[in-house]
């Protein structure tokens, strides 16, 4: 075979590009990029380079392996770390899930508790409380001028807004002990903002901020804001007074 037909193909050998991963890579790599030496192992797949007298055990080589395996552990402590964050970030109620914080104005809230609104043993919604601090004292809760909050995540598919609005009025005459004439005019303002059937899926915050009032969010859409620390207590009473619209969601909120 000519010289030069040699040369040429040495140098294209020479040129070959090995596509590898970066946790891949062989010790030439480490080097640099001159494949002289480049040789394949025999039954292997695998390339090696050819190490020079002396450079048995070049820096670095040895720990490629070692780096590699590092990588992979903080990979999967990471995916780890991810799950049980996301986990602890949300509370299954009823096969939905509520967040573990809501924003309340420029308060952050934490959930203190949550449990199911029953009605002849069907699941209407999940429902969650939201405090600045957990507090497991209803009184204190219904009484406290300090940002709050109840969600609601709807279970059950088709609400009208009759029987949303018949709710609420049983829950204020209940929350309130009867007395509903000093917010009567607030209840019916309140009653106004649901004129649309709750539907499974929807979700309606309830939160209340100091000095603002009470606001409702229907499927984040603002309704309304209602003013008054009085009105303020007459609805978180009805989730959390002496005659609670659901025994059993009340304990849940209050975390017991």
Request: aromatic fraction near 8%.
């Amino acid at each position: 075979m000519p010289k030069s037909s040699s040369k040429s193909s040495a140098r294209k050998r020479r040129n070959i590009n090995f596509p590898l991963k970066p946790c891949m890579m062989t010790t030439w790599q480490r080097w640099g990029t001159d494949t002289t030496n480049l040789k394949f192992v025999p039954g292997s797949t695998r390339i090696r380079k050819s190490e020079p007298a002396g450079f048995a055990n070049p820096a670095g080589a040895g720990g490629l392996r070692k780096e590699c395996t590092m990588i992979k552990k903080i990979f999967v402590m990471t995916v780890a770390v991810l799950v049980m964050a996301s986990l602890a970030m949300a509370k299954d109620i009823g096969g939905v899930s509520l967040p573990d914080s809501l924003a309340a104005g420029k308060s952050s809230l934490l959930l203190n508790g949550a449990g199911l609104r029953k009605k002849l043993f069907i699941k209407v919604y999940a429902g969650g409380l939201y405090l600045v601090q957990k507090n497991k004292d209803p009184k204190k809760v219904i009484a406290a001028d300090e940002p709050m909050a109840i969600r609601m995540h709807f279970i059950y598919d088709g609400v009208s807004s009759k029987k949303l609005i018949a709710a609420w009025n049983e829950g204020f005459e209940n929350g309130t002990g009867g007395n509903i004439a000093p917010v009567k005019e607030k209840i019916d303002t309140f009653n106004s903002f649901f004129k649309e059937e709750a539907k499974k899926g929807d979700i309606y915050d309830i939160i209340y901020v100091p000095g603002q009032g009470i606001s409702v969010h229907i499927k984040e859409k603002l309704m309304g804001v209602i003013k008054g620390l009085d009105f303020k207590k007459a609805v978180f009473a009805i989730w959390l007074g002496e005659k609670p619209a659901d025994k059993g969601l009340r304990k849940g909120m209050l975390g017991e």
